[in-house]
């Protein structure tokens, strides 16, 4: 909430009048017709100017893109990562009514990402949040409660509270992991879950489904399993980020020799896909690719003791 005081040319006196009138934010100004305040303020020129003024301090532009539009008819939320650029490289945070894939080979930041998304979904929508709770589904045993409580106090929440609002899964295998996602349908909307992590996607499938000849079944499964993530992150209007690994091509000379595993069925139905990697020291590396939306361009970020940082 911006007060009128804070618009540019209006002092105290102007100020006043318009309080007295009933407006007492920058949002009200601006929304105001230029009769209404001309009659407050005894010039119709002073009235357009500061509703200008005002409309401009809370960022209301006459026009937005289509894309923004369509956005915002589908209701699609977003839940900051807590870090600036990135949260710039993804257009406003992570998406609800989506997919975000986080790929990037050992220690380039995935695990810590979810864990500071769980956090982030938690705080209130001014904050970057959606005042909601998270899902945790962990098939590698790398939830560490301990970095929630870290990264929950460096963003002034009870870290007690926190971990309240994280519920959690551990998958054994592919089919309880899928499983545990069939039945998150029914506790969605009564547990006010806002976000959705899987950490990892795929790392069952890959270890149960090993070699060519098991390919087939692998990849139908997991397009199953994704298909079902997509209508449940549609259907609740919630945020799903699951993470994936990286595999060597063999064959590639030139260019990346890394790629994501899970192959077109991963790549079909993630709706982003940020690629992570290891700079100098604590320093991570964030890009989007695949995207249609989005520029291919590189944000950095640290991992600290207080989170993932700008
Ligand atoms: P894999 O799951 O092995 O593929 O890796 P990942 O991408 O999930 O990596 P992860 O998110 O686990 O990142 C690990 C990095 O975060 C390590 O390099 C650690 O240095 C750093 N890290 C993890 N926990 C902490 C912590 O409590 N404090 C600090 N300062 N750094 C941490
Ligand atoms: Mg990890």
Redo the contacts with the bound molecule.
């Keep these: 909430m911006i007060d009128v005081e804070e618009i540019e040319g209006v002092g105290r006196v102007t100020a006043q009048k318009l309080r007295e009138a009933g407006y007492n934010t920058a949002r009200d100004v601006a929304f105001a017709s230029v009769k209404e305040l001309a009659e407050i303020l005894g010039s119709e020129d002073r009235a357009k100017q500061i509703i200008a003024a005002a409309q401009k301090l809370i960022g209301l532009t006459p026009f937005i893109t289509a894309y923004e539009l369509y956005e915002k008819r589908r209701g699609i939320r977003r839940i900051s990562t807590g870090v600036k650029s990135l949260d710039e490289l993804l257009g406003g945070g992570i998406e609800t009514k989506a997919i975000t894939e ?1 790929v ?12 500071q998304l769980s956090v982030m979904v938690q705080l209130p929508e001014d904050k970057g949040g959606l005042k909601a709770k998270a899902l945790y589904v962990d098939t ?1 045993n ?1 939830f ?1 409660p ?2 929630i409580m ?1 990264m929950a106090k460096y963003r002034g929440l009870d870290p007690q509270e926190a971990l309240k609002n994280i519920l959690y899964a551990r998958a054994y295998n592919s089919d309880h992991q899928m499983m545990i996602i069939e039945e998150s349908k029914k506790i969605i909307e009564k547990e006010n879950i806002g976000l959705i992590v899987i ?2 996607l795929v790392a069952h499938f890959r270890s149960e489904y090993p070699g060519r000849e098991n390919l087939a079944e692998r990849q139908q499964k997991l397009n199953h399993h994704i298909a079902q993530l997509l209508r449940i992150a549609d259907i609740y209007n919630v945020a799903v980020v699951v ?1 994936n ?1 990286v595999v060597a091509q063999p064959d590639v000379f030139f260019g990346n020799p890394l790629k994501p595993a899970g192959g077109n069925v991963i790549a079909h139905g993630a709706t982003y896909r940020v690629w ?1 990697r ?1 700079g100098k020291e ?1 320093v ?1 590396i964030a890009k989007i690719f695949d995207s249609p939306y989005h520029p291919e361009r590189e944000v950095t970020f640290r ?5 993932v940082v700008d």
């Design positions: 986080l990037g080979e050992f220690g380039s930041g995935k695990t810590q990402l979810c864990h590698e790398t560490r301990e970095r870290q950490d990892s993470t690994q992570l290891k604590n991570r991992i600290t003791e207080e989170g």
